[in-house]
């Protein structure tokens, strides 16, 4: 990419690089579901710009190879013997693939509609990464006001010690 291109090229090209990458993961045949803001913008109510796509995947040992062999340059991060995360990057776009190392990731790939995350999964991993864009996510997603199962939310908040930060979510709208 050119730093002439712009954002909407940009952005087209990424789609083809995250279609070229859910072709992939299907061929491998792993469980896979768009997280990040690919996922948010299916309930925001208005559009946010990004630069990369996210996936929530189940481990497959014949995934950095695949990748490789579409073009992308790899960088796989482990904890311990656990692959936790895949960055591939490529001229047309970046992905950052998740591990699904947890049961509640696993619930959330199994849950996802049309293999992307539900609302309220999104919600979660939103609520969890807390960075500014991710708030202004939440926000949109709220202030969008689609019927969500608040209760979930809730739990898997609690569950993973930040429900603070979903109730103080729950008081910007």
């Known amino acids: 990419?050119?730093?002439?291109?712009?954002s909407t090229e940009r952005e087209a090209q990424l789609r083809r690089c995250i279609a070229d990458v859910m072709r992939l993961l299907d061929e491998l045949g792993t469980e896979w579901t768009v997280a990040g803001a690919f996922a948010a913008a299916e309930y925001r109510d208005r559009y946010r710009y990004t630069t990369d796509g996210d996936f929530l995947v189940l481990w497959h040992p014949d995934l950095p190879d695949a990748l490789e062999g579409v073009g992308f340059e790899t960088r796989v991060s482990r904890d311990g013997e656990?692959?936790?995360?895949?960055?591939?990057?490529?001229?047309?776009g970046s992905i950052d693939l998740i591990?699904?190392?947890t049961d509640y990731q696993r619930l959330a790939i199994e849950r996802g509609a049309h293999a992307v995350l539900t609302i309220e999964d999104v919600l979660v991993h939103?609520?969890?990464?807390w960075r500014p864009k991710d708030q202004d996510?939440?926000?949109?997603?709220l202030e969008a006001g689609h019927e969500f199962d608040r209760e979930y939310v809730e739990r898997w908040t609690v569950e993973w010690g930040f429900?603070?930060?979903?109730?103080?979510?729950?008081?910007w709208t």
Do not use: C
């Not at 990419?1 to 712009?6: K, Q």
């Not at 996510?137 to 997603?141: E, K, T």
């Open 1 to 6: 990419m050119s730093s002439g291109d712009s």
């Open 82 to 92: 656990d692959v936790h995360l895949i960055r591939a990057r490529r001229s047309d």
């Open 99 to 101: 591990i699904a190392g």
């Open 126 to 129: 939103k609520v969890i990464a």
């Open 137 to 141: 996510d939440i926000r949109s997603i």
């Open 163 to 171: 429900v603070d930060r979903w109730h103080e979510a729950l008081g």
